[in-house]
């Protein structure tokens, strides 16, 4: 059965960071892509940014709103995505949704809250 | 990156059908065969229900079909049921960031 569980979510002020993790099992982590998606309340999906596999160099990319804040990362010998987010503004609050990259975004984990508030 | 533009709601009885489009740009939508179809209910993750316009997933009923004409793509259901009504989501490979990019999403309402 695939699983992906989010974790490292919670309050963190305006400027600072925080790094979110994204553990996976049941399928072939390293030779997955795996993408970051975000949905603010009551908001719609945004997609935040992507780390392909070894295969395709770990080559990474991002939306314009989160890219030189944001890193992706991978450990593939901990079947495990990274989320890295430095200076993290209000705009930046949302559920942070780790997706599978198959044949579209074919599993999702269950997300983790990120608040920004002072 | 601008969101892909849905309408914000639709609605329908049920059996009957309803179309949900997604408009995006020949950067995105019209330039490639990547579109996806996600459903969400409250709370929970999105659902794959639609891939590469046209695919329905395994365990994904057949009243969910996908098409594409130029820079438009659309998700159909037909025989609509209560339990369809959730938010519904396109996605597409945009050219702009190399990744990927949403609509703003349709909430559906069975009457």
């Known amino acids: 059965e695939v699983q992906l569980v989010e974790s490292g979510g919670g309050l963190v002020q305006p400027g600072g960071s925080l790094k979110l993790s994204c553990a996976a099992s049941?399928?072939?982590?390293?030779?997955?892509?795996m993408h970051w998606v975000r949905q603010a309340s009551g908001k719609g999906l945004e997609w935040v940014g992507r780390?392909?596999?070894?295969?395709?160099?770990?080559?990474?990319a991002y939306a314009a709103s989160v890219k030189g804040r944001f890193t992706i990362s991978r450990d593939d010998s901990k079947n495990t995505a990274y989320l890295q987010m430095n200076s993290l503004k209000t705009d930046d609050t949302a559920v942070y949704y780790c997706?599978?990259?198959?044949?579209?975004?074919?599993?999702w984990g269950q997300g983790t809250l990120v608040t920004v508030s002072s | 990156q601008s969101a892909l533009t849905q309408p914000a709601s639709v609605s329908g009885s049920p059996g009957q059908s309803i179309t949900i489009s997604c408009t995006g740009t020949?950067?995105?939508?019209?330039?490639?065969?990547?579109v996806s179809w996600y459903q969400q209910d409250p709370g929970k993750a999105p659902k794959l229900m639609i891939y590469?316009?046209?695919h329905r997933p395994s365990g994904v009923p057949d009243r969910f079909s996908g098409s594409k004409s130029g820079n438009t793509a659309s998700l159909t259901i037909s025989g609509l049921q209560a339990e369809d009504e959730a938010d519904y989501y396109c996605?597409?490979?945009?050219?702009?960031?190399?990744?990927?990019?949403f609509g703003g999403g349709t909430k559906l309402t069975v009457l």
């Open positions: 049941g399928f072939t982590f390293s030779g997955s892509d």
């Open positions: 020949s950067s995105d939508v019209g330039g490639y065969n990547y």
């Open positions: 590469e316009v046209t």
């Open positions: 997706t599978k990259a198959g044949l579209g975004f074919d599993y």
């Open positions: 780390i392909r596999s070894k295969a395709k160099s770990y080559a990474t």
């Open positions: 996605s597409s490979y945009t050219t702009s960031t190399r990744g990927v990019v």
